[in-house]
Structures are given as structure tokens and as C-alpha cells.
């Protein structure tokens, strides 16, 4: 198996992680959706990381879609929690970690690649307010009930969150104050510490 994107993209870094997790031989190929565009077209014609290309050539994409193919691959680990309640809670943690993700990409987007005499401002109010919501709920949450840091516990909730955060402290540190985040900020640097993320960094 090839993953293809680089792992400053919160969506190819938790499908890195998670195949290290699941203990799945792949190849690694840093390519980036704009500096190596065409090299990314000729693997995957839509330029989507991550991009997962199977032995047989098959060419899969979407992060959630991969993982759950990835999960399918593993019959010892699983990613998601069996007991229907507690999967329905890793189920809303992820999708608030991915929509934080899904927020700051714009964020980035709107700055780096449209001309900023045509940003508009209405819509980046609106992300910003998205983004702080999905951070808000994740802390919440991480308040009533912490997750565990153990590495043979970890799942996609666990990982999606950690990873949105440094994805989102890093590319747009300007727009929240992590001090009003200390639950996630603290479990994101207490997972950054375990050797399959210092091993898969961002930067
Ligand atoms: N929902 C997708 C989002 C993937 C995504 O948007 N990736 C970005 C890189 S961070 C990308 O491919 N951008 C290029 C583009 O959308 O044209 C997933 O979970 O994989």
C-alpha cells in the first residue's frame, strides 16, 4: 500500500498514524496537492490527500473512507469501541475533530490561495465561529469525561482529535487562544509525546 499526501494535512497524518497503529506495512509518499500538482494527478486524477493506492492499484480516497477500509484489514485492533454508547460517543469526537480540521483548511485556503482583495469576510466570520464551536464542544467533552493516553487504547476519536489540534495550532494560531482550550491542548500534547505521533510529525 502507497499513502500518498504529506502529513501537514490532518487527514493524511491520522491515516499515518492509524496504519501505525493497526500495525499496516505501507510506503510513504510525501507528495503536496499544489507544489507537485501534476505528480499528484498522475497517481490520483481528483489531487486528493491522503490518497491510498492498493497493491492491486486500486486507488482509494477520503480519509474516513480509507480508514475504514484500513479497519476491515486488522483483526486484533480495532479503532472504533465495541459498546454501541461508547462508539457513539468516539463517533461525535471524531466528527467535531474533523469539522475543526474541515474549518482551519478553509481558513488556510481563504488566505493562501484566493487574492486578498477577494476574501470575504462575512464567510471567514462564519468559519471562525464554526471553528471555535467544534473546539469548544470537543473541550467540553474532554472535561466531563477524559480520554485515555495509552497507546493500546487509542482510536480514531482519540487520534482525529490530537491531530485537529495541532493542525489547527499551526496553521492558524492567530484565531484561538489555546489557554481557552487547556483539556484539548493538554491531551493533544500528552498523545504528540507518544512515539507513533513524534514518529508521523506534522512539520
Ligand atoms: N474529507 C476529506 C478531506 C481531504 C482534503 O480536503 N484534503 C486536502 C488536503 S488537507 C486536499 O486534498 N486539498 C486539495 C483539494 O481539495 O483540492 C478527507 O477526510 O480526506
Known amino acids: 500500500m502507497k499513502l500518498i499526501g504529506m502529513l501537514d494535512s490532518p487527514y493524511v497524518r491520522r491515516v499515518a498514524i492509524c496504519l501505525k497503529l493497526l500495525k499496516l506495512e505501507f510506503q510513504h509518499l510525501p507528495l503536496s496537492v499544489f507544489s507537485t ?3 499528484f494527478q498522475r497517481i490520483n486524477p481528483v489531487v486528493k490527500a491522503p490518497t491510498l493506492v492498493l497493491d492491486d492499484g ?3 480516497m477520503d480519509s474516513s473512507l480509507i480508514l475504514e477500509y484500513l ?3 486488522s483483526a486484533e485492533r480495532r479503532l472504533w469501541p465495541v459498546d454501541a454508547s461508547a462508539r457513539a460517543r468516539a463517533v461525535r ?3 467535531l475533530a474533523l469539522a475543526g480540521c474541515e474549518k482551519a483548511v478553509q481558513v488556510v485556503y481563504e488566505h493562501n490561495l484566493r487574492p486578498a482583495e477577494k476574501l470575504h469576510q462575512p464567510w471567514l466570520d462564519r468559519v471562525y465561529s464554526q471553528l471555535a464551536a467544534a473546539f469548544s464542544q470537543l473541550e467540553q467533552a474532554l472535561r466531563e469525561q477524559p480520554l485515555s493516553t495509552d497507546p493500546a487504547q487509542l482510536g480514531l476519536a482519540e487520534v482525529s482529535i490530537a491531530v485537529a489540534w495541532s493542525f489547527r495550532q499551526l496553521m492558524t494560531p492567530h484565531l484561538v487562544d489555546a489557554a481557552d482550550y487547556p483539556e484539548v491542548a493538554a491531551y493533544t500534547a500528552a498523545l504528540e509525546r507518544l512515539p507513533v505521533f513524534a514518529q508521523t ?3
Open 201 to 203: 510529525p506534522a512539520v
Open 37 to 39: 500538482f501534476d505528480e
Open 93 to 95: 469526537l471524531t466528527g
Open 71 to 73: 479497519s476491515s484489514l
Open 58 to 60: 486500486q486507488v482509494l
